[in-house]
C-alpha cells in the first residue's frame, strides 16, 4: 500500500486495526496485550463501549459551535474537573503541548497585568518533556529534541530536577513560573522527590512566581488520585492535563486558581476546536465511569503488584536491569545496555504479543490502561521475564 505519512516517526512494526479493553489487535487478527496504553491515554482501555457511546451520542447532536457561544459538554466538564481539584478555572485546548504554551503565555500576561515587566523567566527542569511546539520545546532542555530548531523564544532558564539547592538560586524576582512534572515521564520515569515539590511552592510563593505542575502524562489518575499533585500533598496555581483525559480523545487543558486566572482576559488567547463539545462529551463520560468502577482502587492494587513484579525481574537479572520507580501505574525499569532496550520490546511484541515501550533510550515504560487486572499483570511481566532470559543466554 502506498504511505504517502510524512517519515516522522520511525516506522511502526505493526498495524493495528481495532482495540478492546486492554487488548489490541493488528491487521493480520494478532491479538497483543496492551502495555503502553496509547501512551498513558487509554485509562479505561480501548474502545470502552460507555465512552463510545457517549462520542456517538454527542456526534449525533452538536460537534462544533464554536468559542462564540458556550455549550453545556465543556461547562460541565470545567465544572466537574474544578470540583475534583479544587481549582477555579479551566482552560480547553487540544495537546498536551497546547496546555503548557497556554501556561507559559499565562504566566508572563499574569506578570506583566500585575505590572512586572521584568518578570518573563519561564524556569524548568533538566530531563523534562513539555512537548514540541517552539514554547513547550523551550522549555524541553534536551538535545534530541531542540536541535536544529533553534533560534528558540527566549527567556527560557533551566534547573536540575529534584535539587533543593539548586532551586533555591534558580528561583528569584525575574521568574513568572517555574514549570515541573510532578513524575518526568520521556526521561525515564523519575518521581519528583516531596521535598523538591514542597520546596518549589514555597519558593514560588516567597517570590511571586507561579507554579506549574505538567501532569500531562502522570495526572488523570495515573498516580492512584485523580491528579498527581494530590499525591504529593502540594498544591500549584497551575496544572495541566491531556492525554488521557478523553480516553483516546484529543483534548488538554489547563486547570487554575482564580487568582491567576485574571491573567488571560478576552482576546489574550484561544483555539478553534479547544473543548469542542465530543471530546468534552468523552471526557465527562470518563470521570464518570472512573468513579463508578472504583478505578482508583484499581490502581493502587495494581501498583503493588506490577512494582512487586518489578523488583523481581531486576533481582533476578541484575546485569540488565536497575533498580524500578515510579508511581501508581506508570513504571520504568532502567536497562544497562540501551540496545537491550529494544531488543526487550522487539522480543516481548513478537514471541509473547505483548506491547511495551521505551521512555528515554534505556527505559522500558509501563503505563497499562488503568483498568487493567492482575492476570493481565502477570502476562505482562512473564512475558518480560522471557524477554531478559532470551538476552542473558545471548550474552
Ligand atoms: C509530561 C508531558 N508534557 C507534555 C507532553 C506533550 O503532549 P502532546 O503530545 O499531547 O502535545 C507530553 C507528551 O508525551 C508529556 O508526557
Redesign the pocket.
Known sequence: MNNHLLQNYRSAPITIVRGEGCYLFDDSGTRYLDMIGG??VCALGHAHPGIAEAISKQAHTLVQSSNLFGHEPARSLANELAKQSEFDRVFFC???????EAAIKLARKFAYRNGERKRRTILSCIG??????LG?LAATPNEKYQEGFDPLPGGFRYTPFNDVEALKGAIDETVAAFIV?PV???SGIIPATREFLQTARELCSQHGALLIF?????GMGRSGPLFAFQHFGVRPDVI?I??ALANGL?I?AMLLTERVASGLQPGDHGTTFGGSPVPCAAGLAHLRIRDEIGLQKNVERMSTVLFSGLRDIANEFPDIFGEPRGLGLLAGLPVKDPHDAAALVTHAREKARVLFNKAGNNTMRFAPPLIVTEQQLMDALKALRAAAESLAVAV
Open positions: 501512551i498513558a487540544n495537546s498536551g503541548a497546547e496546555a503548557n523534562s518533556f513539555h512537548g514540541r511546539t513547550a512534572e518526568q515521564g520521556e505538567d501532569e500531562i502524562q502522570c495541566t491531556a492525554k484529543p488538554g
